[in-house]
């Protein structure tokens, strides 16, 4: 897998345009959804008259086959051959999706990302990790593979919800915990609407990068970009049945690195007064997941099926200090308990 290349502008006409003419494509097509063709296509579309646009709804319900289906039945229509350029302009879905259809329509067509989402800027765009859900399993068929070029330009945030925003800030927070102690106070001492965001996206890209070029196929390194994941996502899919309470990927991820920082404190010692930074500046931040007693067996059950691991414990990615982690490190359910009760707890 090739290294992803990576450019942050402030001018994303100016760059897509100068790569379009460095290439020449025979066709080209842009994935949309109906927001991002809304708010993100306008700032693009006069480089784009000859191109064919391919909407689809948006939303997680509609990364999946059916979509993928539409998406090759689409690029058939235009006669696109392997010279073809597919542009994947928004937030994970649409570089998930796009990318996994790219990849695999003839054999694999050149694609671009521009991420609209900070989620997607910071994270989901780089690492070549591309695919769909498939019966109700997140992620379950996909492949690796790097875009040609991904073009991130925070102007497309101007119009991204609030609540999006904060998600995607969960994964900034998540790149200075797991290896930047340097950076972390920059992001602490300020309130969320003060947040550099192009500094952000520029800190991201530069710590997820590394760690992937260290491990491209997540073998070992790569794991430490969990951290916050494994009990996050096991809260992310148990509020998924909860008609009314639906949470976003970056709040559950939230929650979890909450949690996860007991974890680290109790297995890895990190010292008390960096899990209460790290706690007091997520509580600032987002809201407080209303988890009861109730839900901590079916939550714990959930993190264990995730992992496929039947005998009760689960490797989690922790921390040793601010800026510095670890994977493999196994955890108990009542450890895990443990943990759940005590962000309970918070006041
Ligand atoms: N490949 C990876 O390594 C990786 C990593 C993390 C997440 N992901 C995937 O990313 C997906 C989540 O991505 P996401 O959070 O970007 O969600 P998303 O793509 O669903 O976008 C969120 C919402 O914002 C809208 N939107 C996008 N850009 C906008 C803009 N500039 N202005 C207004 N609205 C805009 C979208 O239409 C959508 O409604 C998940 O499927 C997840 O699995 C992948
Ligand atoms: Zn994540």
Redesign the pocket.
Known sequence: MSPDRVVITNDIRHILGQYLQEHSFSGIAVLV????R???LPHINELLENAVVIEIP???VN?NLDTCKLIWQLLTEACFDRQGLLINL???????MG?FCAATFKRGISFINI??????QV?????????I?FSGY??HIGVFSTPDHVMSDPV??????EK?LR??FA?VIKHALISDAEYWPGIAQHEFSAQDWPSHIQHSIKIKKQIVAGDPTEKGLRKILNFGHTLGHAIESYFLTHPGNHL???EAVAAGMIMESYLSADKLGIPGNEVSEIENFIISVFDKIPISEKDLEPLIDLSIQDKKNEKGIINFSLLKRIGQATYNIPVSRLEMKEALRRYMSIR
């Open positions: 959804d109906e927001n991002t809304q708010h993100c948006s939303g997680e990364k928004g937030g994970g879905v649409i570089g998930d990318g991420p609209t989402t900070l989620l997607a994270d989901a765009s780089i690492g070549g990790k591309l695919g859900d997140k992620n497309f945030l101007d119009t991204l919800p999006e998600s995607g994964e976003l990927h970056g």
